[in-house]
């Protein structure tokens, strides 16, 4: 079992940044793809960033591509998600993920069995 637990988020006006973290707990979370999502209210749980094991490849969807980065510290066991230039369209709750997956499988839900509490993101025009 993985322990995730977020913190960070709120309110920015567009154009700000927020930094969203995650701190996992468990056994050999540190070996885990970690992962953020975000679902705005009525709409589907959608990717926005990943991260490898190592920290050395990440990826990120199309919408958040050069606004964010996904980044980790495995000797604390935390992942981050530092999102820049927000835009009222971020407006989500955020959540973090944990799962054993690779690839083009990084960017499917399903592929993660372990989910943060979710945390609230709104960005104001």
């Known amino acids: 079992q993985v322990q995730l637990v977020q913190s960070g988020g709120g309110l920015v006006q567009a154009g700000g940044s927020l930094r969203l973290s995650c701190a996992a707990s468990?056994?050999?979370?540190?070996?885990?793809?970690m992962g953020w999502f975000r679902q705005a209210p009525g709409k589907t749980r959608d990717f926005v960033a990943a991260?490898?094991?190592?920290?050395?490849?990440?990826y990120y969807a199309d919408s958040v591509q050069g606004r964010s980065t996904i980044s980790r510290d495995n000797a604390k066991n935390t992942v981050s998600l530092q999102m820049n230039s927000l835009k009222p369209e971020d407006t989500a709750v955020y959540y973090c993920a944990a799962g054993l997956t690779s690839g083009a499988l990084w960017a499917v839900p399903g592929r993660y069995p372990y989910w943060g509490q979710g945390t609230q993101v709104t960005v104001s025009s």
């Open positions: 991260i490898s094991w190592s920290g050395s490849t990440a």
């Open positions: 468990g056994r050999t979370s540190s070996t885990y793809t």
